[in-house]
């Protein structure tokens, strides 16, 4: 820890000292301080099945819970060396029991939501720290996390972000106090507090010494991709780009991204702070709504081992899967002749686009169209109708990896010409390798050049120089010199509808989803002149189309305003199918299931809080993620501690997290995903004609509910892979829930590792047999 930094923690702690005393004295719950038993961070698409576990777990051990969710948490990486760096406006949910009783110490849960390879970053970054106060002055640690969270000053509004829940807070602080004091306490300061033992929640055993015990912040990373292919990711991030070169005729290897080395394309804004391990930001192109560039940090991490920033000890891991949830592909209903277009099919109002071919579909998000006509079979027009304007996603993204792997990167259709432009098919995840002076304008990132006559504004789409996603026929230097694609959909007016060909990136699932419907567009449909159109440098959109994993909070805004299950507002946006396979529902749209949509054609299912209760989330079938037909899914899962013989084990709040969720949605209280496990059941209990019995369990236990997988495969330096198949000798009920041994490759029944993103679907029978054939899994099958 550096002077500088030493004397901000004890300032801090000092503040919370202050302020924990000011406000105490109004919070009459968790009087005795609080039991944190999970603190994760990582995926929104696990953001709310998480909250509803909680709830659950707190109304069986105490008979109610408070809730409160917010936004405004700040998470801190103090490992680099060059100071510590900041993912700002975070998402927040905080559960505990809520008793008054005097001396209570508060059983609490807490979610903080950042994306999946962000989360699995800071579940694993450590540093060696040395105390500077109290009794532990002097000792030496090994292992003391360096990232944690700050949540925003007491007391904290109830935001009412989780669908169907209400917040229900009562406590005047909203967090009480004594729990507001504990997650805004650094691990260094609770060190240098002078405490004997690292927090019970971090999945330490006894007898391990406390300067080498894991001094935890969060116990726990949710995520929609393994950390083997968040580490991915991250590496390629920061590795040196070698992708598409003046003047963009051929495609390059596309291996790095080079945020995280010193590039020699003209027109790079950023140099690295610390060449291959700390680099250059990833922003937005919408500024984050207007107010400033949201942006996430691209830093190095390990699974294990020795941190590369600041050294500390990182813990060996294991994975619990929670579930499958499916990506949805969806696009702005803004446009009425195009996207937004509806008729009557004789049984319900329903969309004109509502499908997309898988090709087509990796074609738009590669970059090699931009016309709304090239998603539709019905005709051929010589402009190719409006142009589309394509929404990514981050790098660092499990949303975008998963979709970047089975949407983008499909090897169904094989590869174009080498000398294609802007490049091969072959290296489609062009997406985020651009060059920013072939496809930006270089180092003024102003873009010059005309559109219909007028001159483009500056900022088109935004200010930042280096964001490899600007593509746009009319965004180069010289129109279409370099870029090929859009010129035959060009529109109308740089200023209003139709828009231009262009690609754009948001960042976070929530900037993604308000982007595709058009929430930061700074001119109205069909109106705006050449000199005010984009000058707060957002970028317009008026056929915007996105993706998003499925959950009722990741969907809903597509409707303008809801009630309990009901859309009693406008539909902002719909979803398209893929390849006529529905994601959601067992046919196309939801219309003609047993029981159909309720929502309507191709409408998200809703599910908030209902005026003077709480809403009844409608169950979703999850028909094709089931049997494997839907091609664009993840396994969603729980990164944790792993049972490590004398040193670490998984601790039991997040079994009981894990467990719970999946209760939760195979009951279908909440429909965010199809549950790995079900008939679920406690410590001492089995599933057994139609209810949990007594028998000998230590730990939950369940039934396998998804037949289907990912095939595995090595990447990035992962020496081992393996499916979680093996070890369970043909048998898939009673799995107890135990999480996998420090000792890979030793197999845990249903404990996979190694990286599985874009893995070929497979059916767990197809395994089994492949097992009793060959004595090993299949892998190694992309898709």
């Not at 690295?272 to 691209?298: E, M, R, W, Y």
Request: net charge negative; hydrophobic share 35%.
């Amino acid at each position: 820890m550096n002077k500088s930094f030493r004397l901000a923690a004890l300032t801090v702690l000092a503040a919370l000292l202050i302020v924990t005393g000011a406000v105490a004295q109004t919070s009459n719950q968790c009087q005795g301080g609080a039991n944190l038993r999970f603190v994760g961070v990582g995926s929104s698409a696990q953001t709310n099945a998480l909250a509803y576990a909680a709830t659950s777990l707190l109304t069986t051990a105490h008979g109610g819970y408070g809730l409160i969710s917010f936004k405004g948490t700040t998470i801190t990486d103090k490992r680099p060396s060059t100071g510590a760096v900041t993912d700002t406006g975070l998402t927040t949910w905080v559960a505990w029991d809520p008793s008054t009783v005097s001396g209570n110490k508060c059983d609490a849960y807490v979610y903080y939501q950042t994306d999946s390879g962000i989360g699995v970053k800071f579940f694993f970054a450590y540093e060696k720290y040395t105390s500077t106060a109290g009794t532990n002055s002097g000792k030496k640690f090994t292992s003391v996390a360096g990232a944690y969270a700050t949540l925003p000053a007491e007391p904290i509004a109830l935001g009412k972000l989780i669908p169907g829940l209400t917040d229900n807070s009562t406590d005047a602080n909203g967090v009480p106090a004594n729990l507001w004091f504990a997650l805004n306490t650094t691990p260094q300061q609770y060190i240098d507090g002078s405490n004997a033992a690292a927090p019970s929640y971090c999945g330490n055993v006894s007898t391990v010494t406390s300067t080498s015990q894991f001094w935890c912040y969060f116990n726990a990373g949710a995520t929609d991709i393994r950390p083997e292919d968040a580490l991915y990711a991250h590496t390629r991030a920061l590795t040196s780009y070698n992708g598409i070169i003046p003047p963009a005729t051929k495609g390059g290897t596309l291996t790095g991204e080079g945020y995280g080395t010193t590039s020699s394309a003209p027109g790079l804004a950023c140099t690295p702070a610390i060449t291959g391990k700390l680099g250059c930001p990833v922003q937005d192109a919408f500024s984050n709504g207007g107010s400033a560039p949201a942006n996430f940090n691209v830093a190095a991490f390990v699974l294990g081992g020795t941190d590369p920033l600041a050294g500390g000890t990182a813990p060996s891991y294991t994975t619990l899967s929670i579930g499958a949830a499916p990506m949805m592909v969806i696009v702005g209903n803004e446009d009425t002749a195009n996207f937004g277009n509806t008729y009557n099919d004789g049984t319900a109002t329903n969309y004109t686009y509502n499908d997309i071919n898988r090709q087509v579909l990796s074609q738009v998000f590669a970059g090699y169209s931009t016309c709304v006509g090239d998603l539709h079979s019905t005709g051929v027009s010589a402009t190719g109708g409006a142009p589309i304007q394509v929404i990514h996603r981050e790098p660092l993204s499990g949303t975008y990896n998963t979709f970047e792997w089975t949407a983008v990167r499909t090897q169904a259709g094989g590869p174009l010409l080498a000398t294609a432009t802007p490049n091969a098919n072959a290296d489609n995840s062009q997406e985020q390798f651009n060059d920013p002076n072939v496809f930006h304008s270089g180092s003024s990132c102003a873009s010059g050049g005309t559109y219909n006559g007028l001159t483009v504004a500056a900022n088109v789409p935004q200010g930042n120089c280096f964001d490899p996603m600007f593509l746009s026929y009319y965004g180069d230097p010289t129109p279409g010199t370099n870029i090929k694609v859009g010129k035959n959909c060009t529109g109308s007016s740089q200023t209003g509808a139709p828009g231009i060909p262009v690609r754009l990136r948001a960042i976070g699932t929530g900037e993604e989803v308000k982007a595709v419907l058009g929430t930061y567009n700074t001119i109205t449909l069909g109106s705006g002149t050449a000199t005010t159109a984009y000058s707060a440098g957002l970028a317009s959109v008026y056929n915007p189309i996105g993706y998003t994993f499925w959950s009722f909070a990741n969907l809903g805004p597509l409707c303008s305003g809801a009630s309990g299950t009901s859309c009693t507002g406008t539909w902002k946006g719909h979803y398209l199918t893929v390849d006529a396979i529905d994601p959601l529902f067992a046919t196309e749209g939801g219309e003609f299931d047993p029981t159909p949509n309720p929502s309507g054609p191709y409408n998200p299912p809703v599910c908030s809080v209902a005026v003077g209760g709480t809403a009844n989330c409608p169950p979703v079938p999850f028909t094709h993620i089931k049997d494997g037909k839907y091609p664009l899914w993840s396994l969603l899962r729980i990164v944790s501690f792993a049972n490590n013989a004398g040193k670490t084990g998984v601790p039991q709040g997040v079994y009981d997290m894990v467990a719970n969720g999946e209760i939760s949605a195979a009951n279908n209280t909440l429909s965010d995903f199809v549950p790995f496990l079900t008939h679920v059941c406690p410590a001492g209990q089995i599933w057994s004609s139609g209810s949990c019995i007594s028998g000998s369990t230590t730990n939950w236990n369940g039934d396998l509910n998804l037949f289907v997988f990912r095939s595995h495969y090595k990447q990035t330096g992962i020496t081992v892979q393996g499916n979680g198949h093996s070890a369970c000798s043909g048998v898939f009920t009673g799995i107890l829930l135990q999480g996998g041994t420090n000792a890979h490759p030793t197999s845990t029944c249903l404990v996979d590792f190694g990286n599985d993103v874009g893995g070929s679907v497979i059916t767990v029978q197809k395994d089994v047999d492949f097992i009793a054939d060959f004595g090993t899994e299949e892998y190694g099958l992309r898709q």
